[in-house]
């Protein structure tokens, strides 16, 4: 069935560095894509989106990237700080069908920062 | 604070118990959502609201029992649950997705209800 992964359930980083966390997904057809952040005890929230006809869209500190021709989205967070350690989710959704009920959540991939 | 507020934030109940998930939005959202999120496992839909409408059942156990009485406001009544019920219960909201303007797909999320079934 349709699926969207993480390559890796736990990144290490230095506080300072540069953080890249990898999604893939597997349904061709979606057309939006989200990051989302967790941090412990809390809900997820919204981090930044990309719509399928870019490739590339900046935030603070955060650059999504998305590769149609792999099915591959990344985060890349610059400058990683201890308040960017959380689980980091990816989700698509397929726009069309018009209902953010299809919106399709991976597993999750935890960030550690270390000082 | 995110506009979502969930209550209670833990509960612990017995397979026979009767008790209820709130999730409460000031956000003027139109949409809301019930998510069950497990260790491990991807967050998994179980309910969408629109418009006081049930839109969405994915195929949730009859134990688990949504309620909308208005935009503002989701229950979740459970009875009879299980051990395996045991995860954290999310709830959401969102614009209505055919509004103009509108980010498709941002979710406003609650801290969550930690369920625990002895």
């Known amino acids: 069935g349709e699926s969207v992964g993480l390559h890796l359930p736990t990144l290490s980083v230095q506080e300072g560095d540069n953080s890249i966390i990898n999604c893939a997904y597997s349904?061709?057809?979606?057309?939006?894509f989200i990051w989302y952040k967790q941090e412990s005890g809390k809900g997820p929230q919204f981090i930044i989106d990309i719509r399928s006809n870019m490739d590339k869209r900046q935030g603070q500190r955060v650059t999504v990237l998305l590769n149609k021709t792999v099915k591959h989205l990344s985060l890349q967070i610059a400058a990683t700080q201890p308040g960017d350690s959380a689980v980091y989710f990816c989700a698509e959704n397929l726009t069309k069908t018009g209902a953010n009920s299809k919106l399709t959540f991976g597993k999750g991939i935890t960030l550690s920062v270390r000082p | 604070e995110t506009g979502v507020t969930q209550t209670p934030r833990h509960l612990v109940m017995g397979m026979t118990n009767k008790k209820s998930l709130k999730c409460e939005q000031h956000l003027g959202h139109n949409a809301m959502y019930w998510y069950k999120q497990s260790a491990k496992k991807p967050l998994e839909l179980m309910f969408v609201y629109n418009f006081k409408e049930q839109t969405e059942n994915n195929s949730v156990p009859s134990r688990f029992s949504p309620e909308c009485p208005n935009s503002s406001h989701l229950f979740l009544h459970l009875h009879t649950l299980q051990p395996e019920d045991s995860a954290l219960y999310l709830c959401?909201?969102?614009?209505?997705?055919?509004?103009?303007?509108?980010?498709?797909?941002?979710?406003?999320f609650g801290e969550g209800s930690r369920l625990t079934v002895l």
């Open positions: 349904n061709s057809a979606s057309d939006y």
């Open positions: 959401a909201s969102s614009h209505d997705v055919m509004e103009p303007g509108q980010k498709v797909g941002e979710l406003f």
